[in-house]
């Protein structure tokens, strides 16, 4: 059957121009974009008013960031005008390893959008992390010839590019012999570092958040693309690069995003929206979140609307706002007026999804678990937060440990802890904090990336233990805790990073642990459960708690926390 989508306003990415055509599609593709007319068609659709635009492409997220399945991720995102997402599974691979990804693959198959799978490099992230898998290059390639899997993931591992470790470089040789495009990870890399790192092949970037960072990444060569999740927000420091001649190097990006984010801010569509505010073109934002994306990653005939292309297709009841009114996939609609439609839900693989259950392998805490056994005042390295980044400052700062064992409310200094909870060790780093802002209890998540061990922020010992151990409990989840007593949790049973509840509901519960940590002080400008599970990634400078303790992510050393 012929659809013919009339009096519409047609969104030439190629042209970067507005273009008063219709649109002739037959089954899944487009076939003309011109003076079509409702004889060429058996049904003929309206669009008076309307822009019809390529529907939206992540270039780079994990879903499970969501914490949703795949499924309710499609119900969260599809809605918003996205059709295709490139999604790296090495949250769930840093628990479960290539079982992570099958399940992932498995549980996304058949959705009204297409999941792109980028294979995981660093399972572990670095030597310093404790996950519950390990995979190699044997590993990695065994899922080459799996349908849907682009690339290889983020090679974050930029000290092992840099110094040529080998199991490093093979994963990235296996990779260019599948001709797989390689993703990178390499925040405030620069100079004849980031001139080793590129020559490996590394194509693209997300962690840039400056200008001259990016900007020196594009004239050597990279894509950028640009990230605006829900604790990292790059796109005001790059928003120069929405301009000629970089914006035909960038692609736009969410990376990681918790569900009531998505809900209230919505996906790429709200990146877009973002730059429309901060005065850039929309239409250079939208080339940057179809064609661009579309070109890069290979995929030929999905990105815009022309013939021969996918009829991946939005209508916007306009520009500026990004409103998206009606979202088609392969030529049929699958949201209406702000709502994803019913859609058959995947299959489920009962043995898959009984390897990513019951990842909690830790032994009950007592507060005594995480005391640091010192006495007096003592210089500390202590972690600074960069609000609105995932960098981090390494200070120098004289911890009282006579008083509250070296937590000091009034100077916003908290403390934290890494908890090993894959394999049983025992192993907890702790540290100390500053401008996390609780003022009171505690706050606990098995989502600390990547090797996602329980993090636990506190202002005393015994509420940390009262929450560390009911994620135990729940399997997985957040927690907030205060004077010894629950008081808001999201339980997350699937390997500790995702819930089988719907869109609605996780967002609902997203929400009241996130308002219960603002009421416990953390600022009403952070995220606090998804700034928290960035704190142990050992990847981003400059420094980061592991469950040995603290890394100097610069010199990819551990450091003491008291400084002799």
């Known amino acids: 059957m012929k659809l013919l989508i009339k009096n519409g306003k047609v969104v030439n990415v190629f042209t970067d ?155 990235i040789e296996v990779s260019k012999k599948y001709g797989k495009i390689i993703n990178g990870h390499a925040p405030l890399l620069s100079g004849k570092d980031l001139d080793k790192y590129l020559s490996q092949g590394i194509t693209d970037d997300h962690e840039c958040s400056m200008e001259a960072e990016a900007k020196e990444r594009i004239e050597k060569g990279q894509y950028i693309m640009i990230r605006q999740g829900t604790a990292a927000k790059n796109l005001e420091g790059l928003i120069s690069l929405f301009e000629e001649p970089y914006s035909r190097r960038c692609m736009l990006a969410s990376d990681d995003k918790h569900p009531a984010d998505l809900i209230s801010n919505g996906h790429i569509d709200g990146i877009i929206r973002e730059a429309v505010k901060l005065g850039k073109d929309p239409l250079t934002a939208i080339r940057m979140a179809t064609i661009q994306p579309a070109q890069y990653y290979g995929l030929r005939d999905v990105g815009a609307v022309a013939p021969g292309y996918k009829a991946n297709l939005l209508l916007l009841d306009n520009l500026e706002e990004v409103k998206v009114n009606t979202v088609f996939y392969k030529g049929r609609c699958v949201a209406k007026d702000g709502k994803t439609l019913e859609f058959e839900n995947p299959k489920t693989d009962a043995k898959l999804t009984d390897k990513v259950r019951n990842t909690m392998n830790i032994k009950e805490l007592s507060a005594n678990d995480f005391k640091v056994n010192a006495k007096g005042k003592k210089l500390c390295n202590v972690i600074g937060i960069v609000k609105g980044q995932l960098l981090t400052e390494n200070k120098q700062i004289v911890i009282d440990f006579d008083k509250n064992n070296g937590i000091d409310i009034e100077k916003d200094i908290l403390k934290l802890a890494v908890a090993e909870r894959h394999k049983g060790t025992g192993h907890i780093g702790i540290c100390y904090i500053e401008e996390m802002g609780l003022k009171q ?124």
């Not at 953390?522 to 469950?547: C, G, Q, R, W, Y």
């Open 17 to 171: 121009e507005i273009q008063e055509k219709n649109v002739l599609i037959e089954g899944e593709k487009i076939i003309g974009v011109g003076d079509y007319t409702d004889q060429d068609a058996e049904q003929v659709i309206d669009a008076r008013g309307k822009f019809i635009c390529p529907s939206f492409i992540d270039g780079h997220i994990h879903i499970e960031s969501t914490m949703l399945l795949p499924k309710e991720f499609a119900r969260a995102v599809v809605c918003h005008g996205t059709s295709a997402v490139v999604a790296d599974p090495h949250e769930i691979a840093n628990v479960c390893g290539s079982d992570g990804i099958k399940f992932m693959l498995s549980e996304s198959e058949g959705l009204p959008m297409d999941v792109f799978i980028s294979v995981p490099s660093c399972v572990p992230a670095t030597g310093f992390d404790e996950s519950g898998a390990i995979m190699e290059a044997e590993d990695i390639e065994k899922l080459y010839g799996t349908p849907r899997i682009l690339c290889l993931a983020e090679m974050m591992n930029y000290p092992g590019v840099i110094f040529g470790d080998e199991k490093v470089l093979k994963k």
């Open 441 to 564: 209890g505690a706050i606990a998540t098995s989502v600390s990336h990547d090797s996602h061990n329980l993090i636990v922020l506190g202002t005393n010992d015994e509420d940390m233990a009262v929450a560390s151990n009911r994620v135990r409990e729940l399997g997985g989840g957040l927690v907030s805790v205060c004077a010894g007593k629950v008081i808001a949790e999201m339980p997350l049973k699937y390997a500790g990073l995702m819930t089988d509840a719907s869109t609605e509901e996780a967002s609902k519960q997203n929400e009241n642990v996130r308002l219960s940590a603002h009421k416990l002080g953390a600022p009403n400008d952070i995220e606090p459960f998804m700034l928290t599970a960035f704190l142990s990634l050992s990847v981003i400078p400059h420094i980061k708690l592991t469950t040995h303790g603290l890394v100097d992510v610069d010199k990819q050393q551990l450091i003491p926390l008291i400084i002799e």
